[in-house]
């Protein structure tokens, strides 16, 4: 029911550019926070940006100036511009969505993850 559908991917060169989506459904996209996550072979999953229902943005220190996150609402859609990228942000990227209950609990959905390589 719930779908969080990476795409845009793939193996790109030092200093290139990439970007990412990420369409949503069975969800009320409006009443959600979006969010970009990566996680690198051996290291823990960190944020690498988020975006308010509001359009207020969040980046992680090793992408600021560099990522753009931001989102269609119309399409229920967020996506994720990656300029001068480097070897560094090779990981697989995930969306994420974050909500609330009735009871305001956390309410959170994950995507499947898309793959980015930065390799010469």
């Known amino acids: 029911q719930v779908r969080l559908v990476e795409s845009g991917g793939g193996l790109v060169q030092p200093g290139g550019s990439l970007k990412l989506s990420c369409a949503a459904s069975?969800?009320?996209?409006?009443?959600?926070?979006m969010g970009w996550y990566r996680q690198a072979p051996g290291k823990q999953r960190e944020l690498v940006a988020t975006?308010?229902?509001?359009?207020?943005?969040v980046y992680a220190d090793s992408v600021k100036g560099r990522f753009t996150i931001s989102r269609d609402n119309a399409k229920n859609t967020v996506y994720l511009q990656m300029n001068s990228l480097k070897p560094e942000d090779t990981a697989v990227y995930y969306c994420?969505?974050?909500?609330?209950?009735?009871?305001?609990?956390?309410?959170?959905?994950w995507g499947q993850g898309t793959q980015v390589t930065v390799s010469s």
């Open positions: 069975g969800i009320i996209f409006n009443n959600y926070h």
């Open positions: 975006v308010t229902n509001g359009g207020s943005t």
């Open positions: 994420n969505a974050e909500g609330r209950t009735i009871l305001m609990s956390p309410l959170s959905h």
